[in-house]
C-alpha cells in the first residue's frame, strides 16, 4: 500500500507540474502577444504625431484658421472674398450637394457642359430661390441689378464686382474729394503777397495765392504745366490734386526783406513752402480720415501715412541753380525747371537763380504728395503684403492711385456705397461665376463631400481639386496646395485624442502584463515546490522498489 500510495502521489505531481508548465508556457505567449500590441498601439501614436488636417486661412495670418467645409467653399461671404472655391473632379465638373445640384439640374439635368445665357441665368437663379439656396428677395435684388450677366465677357469673367468696384468706389471718392475746395475765402491780408501771419494762421492754406509771376514773396500754382490764375487756383479741390498734376510754387524776391536777416532765401523760400504743403498735408488728412473707414486700424493707419509724407515728402529738399537774366516771365528757365523738376519729385525742388535780380522758386507737386499719403497708407495696412511703394521720384513709386480697382475703405453714407447693395453685388457675382463653371464644365452630385473627413481625404489623395478664380479673372484648376487660402496643419485634435486612446490601451495592457507576471512568478513557485516534492516522492518510490526486490532475493 505504502508502494501504491506513492505512486499516486508520484502520478498527481507529475500531473500539476505539467499543467503548471503549459500555463506558464501560455502566459508567456501572452506576454508577447502584449508585447506586439504594445508595439502596435506605439507605432499608431507616432502615426497619429504626423497628421494633418487642411483648414481655410482666407487673411493668410495663421491666426484665424476655420474648417475646411464645403458650405465654407460654395456659400458667399466675407471669408471667401465672395468668390466660390469649386470643388472639381479631374475633368472639370463642379461637385455640387443638395440643393445646389437641384439647382444645377435645372439648366443642366444630365450634368453636361450647356451653353451660356442671360435665359439660362435667370433660370438657374430662380432655381436657386425655389431650393432655398437664396432668398426671394435677394433673388429680386439681383434681377433688378444694373450690370447683368453679359454672356459676351467671357469665361470666369466678373462684371459686376468690377463694374461695382470701379464706379462706386474710385469714383466715389474722387467725386467726394472733388467737392472740398483748399481756398479759404478768409484773407487776413487783402493783399497779394504772403506774410508771417498768414501762413501761420489757421485758415491760411490757400490766402493769398498770386497769378502773377511778378509778384515775390507770394505762392503760384501750376495746372498741368499752366500757371493758375488767381480765381481758378483759389478754388482748386482735393479731387483735382488727383486728376491733374497740380504744383505748389513760391517764389521769393532776392530784394524784399527776409523773414530772419540770418537766413539765406533758399531758406525762407523753402521754410514757407513747407509750411504751405504742412497746412495743406493736415488739411487733405483730416477730411480723408473724416470719410475712410473709422476703424481703429485704418485711423491708425492714416496718421502714420501723414507722418511718412512730412518726412519723406515735405521735409525731402532738392537744390539746383539756374542761370538768370534780365526779363521774369512763366517761360524763363528758372520756372520751367522748377514745374518740370517738381512733377515727377516726391519732395520740394529749389531752384536758385544766379542773378542778382532773380526770384528764388521753390515748388512741390501736391498731387504726388496726395498719391504718396494713399499709398503709405495702402502700406501701413498690408505692410510687407503691399504691392505698392513711394520712391524718391514718381518714376520709381507705384501710388495706389494708378490703380483703379483698388478698393477705399470708405464710410457708409450717401456719398460711399451702400453695405447692402455692395453684398448683394458680390452675391450676384458669385453666383455668376458659378454659373459660369457649371455650363462650362458640368456638373456631378456627391454628398459626402459635405463631411469634413470625406472632403479631407478626397482633397488630399487627389481624388478632387480645388478650381479659384485668379487674377487674370479666369478659373483654373489645381492641388489644394496651391490655393492661397487652403492652408495643411498638424492636426491637433487627431493627436489628442490619439494621445487619449494610446494612453488607456497602454494603461490596460500595463496592467495585464503585470498580472501575467504575478501569475508566472506563482506558477515557477510552485513549480519549484512541485518539482522538489517530485524528486522527493521519485526517490521514495525507487527505495521502495529496491526494498521489495532485497526481500525476495
Not at 498770386?210 to 493758375?228: E, F, H, P, Q, T
Not at 518726412?311 to 512763366?330: K, R
Not at 460711399?416 to 452630385?445: E, H, S
Amino acid at each position: 500500500m505504502g508502494l501504491a500510495a506513492s505512486q499516486a502521489r508520484f502520478l498527481a505531481i507529475t500531473s500539476r507540474k505539467a499543467y503548471c508548465e503549459f500555463e506558464s508556457m501560455q502566459l508567456a505567449q501572452e506576454k508577447l502577444s502584449i508585447t506586439r500590441d504594445m508595439a502596435e498601439i506605439s507605432e499608431k501614436y507616432q502615426n497619429a504625431l504626423n497628421q494633418t488636417t487642411l483648414v481655410w486661412d482666407y487673411d493668410g495670418s495663421g491666426e484665424n484658421p476655420y474648417n475646411l467645409t464645403y458650405d465654407l467653399l460654395m456659400t458667399p461671404s466675407v471669408l471667401n472674398d465672395y468668390n466660390p472655391y469649386l470643388i472639381t473632379t479631374r475633368t472639370g465638373s463642379v461637385v455640387l450637394t443638395g440643393a445646389l445640384a437641384s439647382a444645377a439640374a435645372a439648366i443642366s439635368p444630365n450634368g453636361s457642359p450647356v451653353e451660356r445665357s442671360e435665359a439660362g441665368f435667370q433660370e438657374f437663379l430662380n432655381s436657386l430661390n425655389l431650393n432655398h439656396v437664396i432668398t426671394t428677395n435677394l433673388t429680386s435684388e439681383i434681377e433688378s441689378l444694373e450690370y447683368k450677366y453679359d454672356p459676351n465677357l467671357g469665361y470666369g469673367s466678373t462684371p459686376l464686382r468690377e463694374s461695382y468696384e470701379n464706379i462706386d468706389n474710385n469714383t466715389a471718392l474722387r467725386n467726394i474729394l472733388s467737392k472740398v475746395e483748399l481756398g479759404i475765402t478768409n484773407n487776413t491780408t487783402g493783399s497779394n503777397e504772403m506774410s508771417a501771419s498768414d501762413y501761420y494762421s489757421e485758415d491760411s492754406i490757400w490766402n493769398n495765392i498770386s497769378g502773377d509771376i511778378n509778384a515775390g514773396d507770394a505762392a503760384k500754382v501750376s495746372i498741368n504745366g499752366a500757371l493758375a490764375q488767381t480765381s481758378v487756383a483759389k478754388k482748386i479741390t482735393i479731387g483735382d490734386l488727383m486728376n491733374n498734376n497740380v504744383i505748389l510754387m513760391y517764389t521769393l524776391a532776392d530784394n524784399s526783406p527776409d523773414w530772419t536777416n540770418s537766413e539765406s532765401d533758399e531758406t525762407n523760400a523753402t521754410k514757407r513752402l513747407q509750411q504751405k504743403a504742412l497746412e495743406t498735408l493736415n488739411f487733405i488728412s483730416k477730411t480723408i480720415t473724416g470719410i475712410f473707414s473709422d476703424d481703429v486700424t485704418t485711423q491708425l493707419a492714416l496718421k502714420q501715412a501723414e507722418l511718412l509724407v512730412i518726412n519723406n515728402f515735405i521735409n525731402n529738399t532738392v537744390d539746383s541753380i539756374i542761370p538768370g537774366g534780365a526779363s521774369i516771365n512763366y517761360t524763363d528757365d528758372r520756372l520751367n525747371a522748377a514745374v518740370k523738376e517738381a512733377t515727377n519729385l516726391n519732395g520740394i525742388y529749389f531752384s536758385d537763380s544766379s542773378g542778382p535780380a532773380q526770384n528764388d522758386t521753390v515748388a512741390i507737386s501736391l498731387s504726388n504728395m496726395l498719391a504718396a499719403y494713399l499709398t503709405y497708407f495702402e502700406m501701413a495696412l498690408n505692410g510687407y503684403n503691399s504691392d505698392f511703394y513711394v520712391g524718391d521720384t514718381a518714376t520709381n513709386s507705384k501710388y495706389v492711385t494708378d490703380d483703379p480697382f483698388y478698393y477705399y475703405l470708405l464710410k457708409q453714407g450717401e456719398n460711399a456705397p451702400d453695405p447692402d447693395d455692395r453684398t448683394t453685388v458680390m452675391k450676384a457675382d458669385f453666383y455668376v461665376q458659378l454659373y459660369n463653371n457649371i455650363c462650362i464644365n458640368g456638373w456631378t452630385r456627391n454628398d459626402g463631400v459635405e463631411d469634413e473627413k470625406y472632403l479631407d481625404n478626397a482633397l488630399k489623395n487627389g481624388t478632387y481639386f480645388i478650381t479659384s478664380l485668379n487674377n487674370d479673372g479666369y478659373f483654373y484648376q489645381g492641388r489644394y496646395n496651391e490655393s492661397d487660402c487652403i492652408v495643411e496643419i498638424t492636426d491637433t485634435d487627431a493627436i489628442a485624442q490619439a494621445e487619449a486612446e494610446f494612453n488607456t490601451a497602454k494603461v490596460k495592457l500595463t496592467y495585464k502584463e503585470d498580472q501575467i507576471d504575478l501569475n508566472m512568478k506563482n506558477l515557477d513557485t510552485e513549480i519549484s515546490s512541485l518539482t522538489t516534492e517530485y524528486d522527493s516522492v521519485k526517490n521514495l518510490i525507487s527505495k521502495n522498489v529496491e526494498k521489495v526486490f532485497s526481500m525476495f532475493q
